[in-house]
C-alpha cells in the first residue's frame, strides 16, 4: 500500500509564502506524473500544477509566475512553492501521483493540508 502525507499548509497573510511538501511512502517501483490540487470552498477540485517524470512543469494559469511546482526523486516526494499568496488561493490542496505500485500503474491522492489566505 502507498500512502502520501502532505504538510506545509496554514495560515497566511495576502502576499506571503508557503511551500507544500508530499512524501509517498510504501512499496513502489516508480512514480510518474506529480502534481497538486486545490478545492477552494464551495467549489470542485481543480488541477493547480503538475510535474512530469522528466520534471517538466505544467501549471494553472493562475498559478503561472507565483508557484513553482518541483520533485526530489530520492525522496518521493513534491512540493509546491507559493508566493504571492492570494485570498482566492485559500482551499484544500491535495498532493497526487501515478505510481507503479505491485498491481499495476495506480493514482495515489494524500489527505489534503489547508491552505488560508487572509487579509
Known amino acids: 500500500q502507498v500512502q502520501l502525507v502532505e504538510s506545509g499548509g496554514g495560515l497566511v497573510l495576502a502576499g506571503g509564502s508557503l511551500r507544500l511538501s508530499c512524501a509517498a511512502s510504501?512499496?513502489?517501483?516508480?512514480?510518474?506524473?506529480m502534481g497538486w490540487y486545490r478545492r477552494a470552498p464551495g467549489k470542485e477540485r481543480e488541477l493547480v500544477a503538475t510535474?512530469?517524470?522528466?520534471?517538466?512543469?505544467n501549471y494553472v494559469d493562475s498559478a503561472k509566475g507565483r508557484f513553482t511546482i518541483s520533485r526530489d526523486h530520492a525522496k518521493n516526494t513534491v512540493y509546491l512553492q507559493m508566493n504571492g499568496l492570494k485570498l482566492e488561493d485559500t482551499g484544500v490542496y491535495y498532493c497526487?501521483?501515478?505510481?507503479?505500485?505491485?498491481?499495476?500503474?495506480?493514482?495515489?491522492w494524500g489527505q489534503g493540508t489547508q491552505v488560508t489566505v487572509s487579509s
Open positions: 510535474i512530469s517524470s522528466g520534471g517538466s512543469p
Open positions: 497526487n501521483m501515478y505510481v507503479m505500485a505491485a498491481t499495476g500503474w495506480v493514482t495515489y
Open positions: 510504501g512499496k513502489m517501483f516508480s512514480i510518474n506524473t
